[in-house]
């Protein structure tokens, strides 16, 4: 089983930027795709970027397109996001995930709250 670690949320200012990181525990993770997820709140969790481990493919949401990039350091096991101009409808708790089968987002942080004032 899978465990993820989230770090790199707080509080920000409008327009501020933060790096989320994600990091397996217990070894590398070999499975074939990552992501990220938000919920803000009273809304439904939505996934909002991915990455497949073995190659460049991302995929991310139409709402963070251009302020979003998700990214992997396979010699540190982590997982990145970059969110930059964020909004205050950014404020959400954002999770990482990754596939405990195909197409199967089986493994979950514990989550990391950003706010933005």
């Known amino acids: 089983h899978v465990q993820l670690v989230e770090s790199g949320g707080g509080s920000v200012q409008a327009g501020g930027s933060l790096r989320l990181s994600c990091v397996p525990s217990?070894?590398?993770?070999?499975?074939?795709?990552m992501g990220w997820f938000r919920q803000a709140p009273g809304k439904k969790r939505e996934v909002i970027a991915t990455i497949f481990t073995g190659g460049p493919a991302v995929y991310y949401a139409d709402s963070v397109k251009g302020r979003l990039t998700i990214s992997r350091d396979n010699a540190k096991n982590t997982l990145y996001l970059q969110i930059n101009s964020l909004k205050p409808e950014n404020t959400a708790v954002y999770s990482c995930?990754?596939?405990?089968?195909?197409?199967?987002?089986?493994?979950w942080g514990q989550g990391t709250q950003v706010t933005v004032s």
């Open positions: 217990g070894g590398p993770y070999a499975g074939h795709c």
């Open positions: 995930a990754a596939w405990s089968g195909f197409y199967s987002f089986g493994y």
